[in-house]
């Protein structure tokens, strides 16, 4: 993927050389974010291969003075290396996935000592003797320590006091002392940093005197306004030291703690050789263990008074005061940190491969987390679960006897870094620290430190590391483990990209099915700070150490409580604010709510509880939803409170977004952050009341989804929104049912029993552009501007009379469709039949005798279309639609098979190839297409309804660009297995999307990232069933259950037809997409390099905005997706609007409000809402035909135009238009058919000579663009309106 850096391979053995040939280039992309110890916060930093310089000093595992490890000729190998080999293949299933990983930690590691950290280990030292070397200063009130810190300063900055900012007249001393102990902490003291994209950190403990303290400083956040202090003393003191000319100073928050401040010191650009190295050092204060009483901080005690709080509140008994566990932690974190350290230190001993394995797992949840990303212009805050914490779990793995009794699960210290980061990997992924708290000892009751949630209790026993991680960011977590370890025990390999390599893990645009963007007006959701002051609520939200993660707090639990059963999986991202603002009560702060669907996100009804059997459950339901819940009886007798969301009759796009309703009447409801407009449906804002809490609060807040907008680009200027409901995929469905049955219907008459009607319609498998049509002839004589028939292939039963002539088979076949249609006319009298046939002045024969095609296109690929034959059109007289009734004769294959042989045996090479052509045709009309349809039809259809919409908007953003088409670029049918590609496969590590857009994100990326000339893009329908959770699962059923799809010999002759074509250089880097049954993608073809490249280039603009968009929740910029620039092509063609038939299939205009308003107050009475829907006529738009032809059936002058210029101008020019109605016609020059040719009679294309310059011995010529722009205006007279030539 682009970005990556190459990885080279060190062949240790012969069996890498075995394996050479399967395996792509070996690179990887910079690792994306890095986690320290504790939450690690890192610059902004260049990409891996910005480190990767041929003159850069080595890191650990490529330093340049090691000893070779290539194998001289005749040395044996060794029994060590026979074992290794073995235990790679059998734990991964391959050895090219342990050489990957391997090469993976020799790139990414970092460790002290080496040459390339010489500098930095210079500059720690440096900054050590700074640190001891500090003077004190005497002890001062809080209102002189901040006037002491500014003056210091020059008022740059002040003391970093938490929230709540301590009273001027606080009776505190205050001072400042030289550290007692300066350490290097953290993954890099520990050997198992690495170097992301990022850059690493490196953590340096400033351990702060004890006299600095007094034994309760622990209450009322005493504790932490000194440390504040002495964080802002050791900044102003390094800034006025040597460090300054080498450093940025400056603060930062540990774990997005207002409590814990922070030093962090970056390289100044020019410090060349530490700015290349792309780190950071951040300065941790700490306290010694027994500077306070750490047994009175358990998780159950409290010590933050309400009298603090607010004046004149009343502390009562203190035992009965709530508890304060994430304030107790955060103070005992601080004085166990050298513990910790200490504990892994001594794990790292017993372990040889910990620190590689605890490389891995940082690298894994680097690439997997959100945390730090961007949304476009908007930096998300940093998560609480880090690289610190997953070290530990492994720890606790590796040493904890107690870990065997909980999962059931325990690691060998014997075991290699491999082994030991995939069996972390599966403990993440069927563990549930909430339900199962764990403990590294039994030496203290765990029920204390589960009380709050998640626990996983320290070795001391006085700190549980999870508090302060949120739920989500657990469930979340062990999502993706559940992800890695399918793909391990299934699919390792092929399964690094997606574990280690894709960015696509961490974008928050496209991991989740939904995105919702919410502004939040923080003064008005948290409770204000004066006044009258509610100590309690003001507790909570100081509690969670951040305002902004108060109100992500209150959000979360909302959401998830209302929404358990639709959603797998609700996280709530908070974007990051400077440090400055970090106490503040923004008034529009950003949150961004990703939602992972499930299987019964569509579903119309959520059943809550029953008011007698469960009244306080009732109850709670009453309150999440107001006048939405209704109670109910159901069909089985029981009467429950429900939510109802919609009808029986509502499409699969509207049912798509249930879940953003609900949650869009669950934030207006609760928070008053109202919707935009069309979102919430009027019935649901007839049913919106808001809670007590809000009932008098203003709008503070607005949710942007952007869902809705780009949906309407799936839709046509012809379908209103009130005709989405009755025009739909399933009647198209239940109208072909109802042909067949007609059909079938006629046997008696006709002369062979119909044996099957074959669909092969995008309309009759969910991935036309808008569902079919229909046209009444009751209104408007069923006439339309454009009438897209539905095309079916009639089969009869097998006869050994059909001629062995093809023109006489061909008579036969369409004597059999007139009978066809004269025995349907006569049956159905109401019904328009038609018999025709489209050969264009052509016979059947033509071209088979003389070896010329008639109608072959610009890529080198016969004509796709169906007009080869005659067919019957049927306007159906109950659903109103057209169907194309072609035959399918199977002698008709077998005949041009043999005439195929025939030719080549009597060394008639042009009309053997125009025969194979003419077979190759009839194959891909009469099977391919059907078996593709049966593939699209039960993808869409069974597995995965997102997969319609998904389809439909891939073809509108095709048709956009003009690239959406056989003669102009991509084949309908390639453009839905791009998109079938989204669903069927892993891809990504990610699982399949429920909702259209996040499948239409996926496919742009797929389109922007895939190296096509390198890797194989196999769609396996076959798998499609694997992207559907089963509820009855278990946790390790789910990672260990076997999955559908190819096996491994199909998808080695898959693999092994793609690799034969790249040895030979047959396979470019051109969009190649192959199935099981269409291994050499010969169905469709291939996409040409040029526009493989321009597609790659649209797609990387189109993620681009659809990112900023979602960043400003605004669909402003959404048309750029879906415009094409026109500067790109030599000239192009205007078209007259009058004889675009296909004009209504363009998109509907999206001049609509993005900001949220608040709803009118005007109630719409349920019962009055039936009556109000039968009133409205169903009447679809109808458009007279433009040529003042009725009923012209599939007659688009423009495609015609576009594939007869196609067909002549092939070898010189290169055509693209919309083939959805677009007015313009766009032409590009063929470079390579623009160079100087000499002169010959048989050239193929309108040239003219140049003057005085000659091709070898002959007269120079050139193309005459004047002369063929003229050409093409003379043929598209009465068509083109206007030219402009652009070069």
């Not at 569902?771 to 079916?792: F, R």
């Not at 192009?1132 to 608040?1158: G, I, M, N, W």
């Not at 005085?1252 to 068509?1279: M, Y």
Request: aromatic share 8%; net charge neutral.
């Amino acid at each position: 993927m682009a970005g990556r850096s190459a990885i080279k391979r060190k062949h240790a053995s012969t069996e890498l050389a075995t394996q050479k040939k399967h395996s792509r280039k070996s690179e990887h992309e910079a690792v994306e974010h890095s986690d320290s110890d504790e939450s690690m916060g890192v610059s902004d930093g260049e990409d891996m291969s910005d480190h990767m310089d041929e003159d850069e000093p080595k890191l650990a595992g490529e330093n340049s003075t090691a000893k070779s490890t290539e194998r001289r000729p005749g040395q044996t190998v060794t029994n060590a290396e026979i074992m290794a080999l073995n235990e790679a293949s059998l734990l991964f299933k391959t050895n090219l996935f342990k050489l990957q990983v391997d090469e993976l930690l020799n790139e990414t590691m970092v460790t002290s000592g080496s040459k390339a950290t010489r500098d930095l280990d210079a500059a720690l030292k440096q900054i050590r003797d700074v640190l001891v070397a500090m003077e004190s200063t005497k002890e001062m009130s809080v209102e002189a320590a901040v006037n002491h810190v500014r003056k210091l300063s020059k008022s740059k900055f002040s003391v970093p006091f938490p929230d709540p900012a301590p009273p001027a007249d606080l009776p505190i001393k205050m001072a400042f002392d030289a550290p007692e102990v300066v350490n290097i902490v953290g993954s890099y003291a520990l050997g198992m940093a690495v170097r992301t994209g990022q850059g690493f950190s490196v953590d340096m403990m400033a351990q702060m005197p004890a006299s600095l303290f007094q034994e309760r400083d622990h209450l009322n956040f005493r504790y932490f306004y000194k440390r504040a202090f002495f964080v802002a003393m050791v900044r102003v003191l390094l800034q006025k030291s040597a460090v300054q000319d080498a450093f940025d100073v400056d603060f930062d928050l540990l774990r997005s703690d207002t409590r814990l401040p922070i030093v962090v010191l970056r390289p100044k650009p020019d410090m060349r050789r530490l700015a290349k190295l792309n780190c950071s050092v951040r300065i941790i204060p700490t306290i010694a263990p027994d500077t306070l009483p750490l047994k009175r901080l358990a998780p159950g005690r409290n010590h933050v008074r309400f009298s603090f709080l607010a004046r004149g509140a009343s502390d009562g008994e203190v035992d009965e005061l709530p508890p304060t566990p994430q304030y107790n932690a955060a103070l005992v974190s601080d004085a166990l940190l050298t513990t910790h350290i200490t504990y892994l230190h001594e794990t790292k001993d017993l372990c040889a491969e910990f620190a590689r394995a605890a490389a891995l797992l940082r690298i894994w949840h680097s690439q997997h987390s959100s945390s730090g990303r961007s949304v476009g212009s908007q930096h998300l805050m940093r998560s609480r679960m880090n690289g610190f914490i997953l070290t530990m779990v492994l720890a606790w793995l590796v040493r904890s006897a107690n870990s065997g009794g909980v999962s059931g699960a325990r690691l060998s210290t014997a075991m290699t870094a491999h082994q030991l980061f995939k069996g972390t990997i599966e403990f993440l992924a069927i563990h549930d620290f909430a339900s199962l708290p764990a403990q590294f000892s039994n030496s203290v009751d765990i029920v204390e430190f589960a009380q709050g949630g998640a626990a996983l209790v320290d070795p001391t026993a006085s700190v549980n590391l999870l508090a302060g991680v949120a739920p989500w960011e657990l469930t979340e977590l062990r999502m993706q483990a559940q992800r890695t370890a399918r793909d391990l025990n299934h699919h390792s390999a092929s399964c690094f990209d997606s574990v280690f390599l894709s960015t696509a893990l961490s974008d928050v645009v496209s991991k989740y099915d939904h995105i919702l963007r919410v502004e939040v007006d923080l003064e008005v959701l948290l409770t204000t700070r004066v006044g009258d002051v509610d100590a309690q609520k003001r507790l909570y939200e100081l509690e969670h150490g951040h305002p902004v993660i108060a109100a992500q707090s209150r959000i979360s639990k909302v959401l998830n409580s209302a929404l358990a059963h639709y959603t797998r999986l609700i996280s709530v991202h908070a974007a990051s604010s400077i440090f400055d603002s970090r106490t503040k009560l923004t008034r529009r702060h950003v949150f961004f709510i990703g939602v992972v669907a499930n299987s019964e996100s569509r579903r119309l009804v959520d059943l809550g509880p029953s008011p007698d059997a469960e009244p306080q459950e009732a109850a709670r339901f009453r309150a999440l939803w107001g006048r939405k819940a209704e109670l109910r009886r159901f069909r089985d007798g029981s009467i429950r409170l429900a939510t109802v969301w919609g009808t029986n009759k509502m499409p699969q796009e509207k049912r798509a977004f249930i879940v953003p309703r609900m949650m869009a009447f669950l934030l207006q409801r609760h928070f008053a952050i109202y919707a935009q407009p069309d979102i919430l449906l009027p019935e649901d804002k007839s049913a919106l009341d808001m809670s007590p809490q809000m009932e008098s609060a203003d709008p503070m807040g607005a949710v942007f989804e952007l869902g809705q907008s780009i949906n309407e680009f799936a839709s046509t200027r012809d379908l209103s929104a009130s005709d989405t409901d009755r025009v739909t995929f399933e009647a198209a469905l239940i109208g072909f049912d109802g042909l067949q049955k007609e059909i079938k219907g006629l046997e008696d008459k006709l002369p062979l029993r119909v044996l099957a009607l074959h669909p092969v319609a995008p309309g009759l498998r969910y991935s036309s552009l808008a569902p079919p049509k229909p046209l009444s002839v009751e209104h408007g004589n069923g006439d339309d501007a454009y009438i897209e028939p539905l095309h079916v292939l009639l089969e009869f039963t097998s006869s050994t009379k059909w001629p062995d002539d093809i023109a006489a088979l061909h008579k036969v076949k369409t004597a059999f469709l007139l009978r066809v249609a004269e025995c349907y006319r006569e049956a159905h009298p109401a019904a328009q039949v038609d018999v025709c046939n489209r050969f264009f002045g052509y016979s059947a024969a033509d071209g088979l005798l003389t070896g010329i095609s008639p109608t072959q296109l610009a890529s080198g690929m016969d004509d796709f279309d169906y007009e080869r034959d005659s067919f019957v059109d049927i306007r159906h007289a109950q659903s109103g639609l057209t169907f194309r009734i072609s035959l399918l004769c199977s002698p008709e294959g077998a005949l041009l098979e043999r005439k195929v042989q025939e030719m080549k045996r009597a060394k008639l090479t042009p009309q053997a190839d125009a025969l194979e052509s003419a077979y190759r045709r009839w194959t891909r009309t009469n099977q391919w297409r059907a078996m593709h349809h049966r593939q699209i039809l039960d993808l869409c259809q069974r597995h995965h309804p997102a997969a319609s919409l998904t389809i439909r908007l891939l073809k509108r953003w095709l048709s956009r660009h003009m690239l959406l088409g056989q003669s102009v670029g991509v084949p309908e049918e390639v453009a839905e297995l791009i998109a079938a590609r989204i669903f069927t496969d892993s891809w990504n590590g990610l699982a399949a999307p429920k909702s259209g857009l996040t499948g239409f994100i996926r496919c742009l990326q797929l389109l922007a990232d895939w190296r096509w000339k390198e890797d194989l893009c196999v769609v396996d329908f076959a798998a499609a069933s694997n992207g559907i959770e089963d509820q009855q699962q278990t946790r390790k059923e789910r990672i260990w259950a076997p999955t559908e799809g190819l096996a491994a010999n199909e998808y080695a002759v898959v693999q092994a037809k793609f690799d034969e074509r790249a040895k030979t250089s047959r396979i470019k880097d051109e969009l190649r997409i192959v199935t099981l049954e269409n291994p050499d993608a010969e169905w469709w073809g291939t996409v040409s390099v040029v526009l493989t490249r321009r597609l790659r280039s649209l797609a990387k603009a189109a993620l681009s905005v659809i990112h900023t968009s979602v960043g400003v929740g605004s669909d402003t910029d959404l048309p750029q997706v879906f415009t094409t620039p026109m500067s790109d092509y030599s000239f192009v063609l205007k078209l007259d609007k009058s004889v675009v038939c296909r004009q209504f299939d363009q998109p509907p205009s999206l001049v609509q409000p993005t900001h949220a308003e608040k709803p009118e107050t005007k109630e719409i009475f349920k019962n009055l809402l039936p009556d109000m829907q039968q009133a409205r006529a169903f009447r679809v738009k109808q458009h007279s035909n433009l040529f003042g032809q009725p009923n012209m059936v599939g007659f688009d002058p423009v495609s015609l135009f576009v594939r007869d210029l196609a067909n002549v101008y092939r070898d010189s020019v290169l055509f693209f238009y919309d083939m959805y109605g677009g007015r313009h016609i766009a032409g590009l020059w063929n470079p390579a058919f623009m160079k100087n040719s000499p002169f010959a009679a048989t050239l193929d294309a309108n040239m003219m000579p140049v003057p005085d310059e000659k091709v070898g011995s002959k007269p120079a010529v050139a193309v005459n663009k004047q002369a063929v722009i003229e050409e093409i205006i003379r043929l598209g007279e009465g068509l083109v309106e206007d030219c402009v030539v652009q070069e």
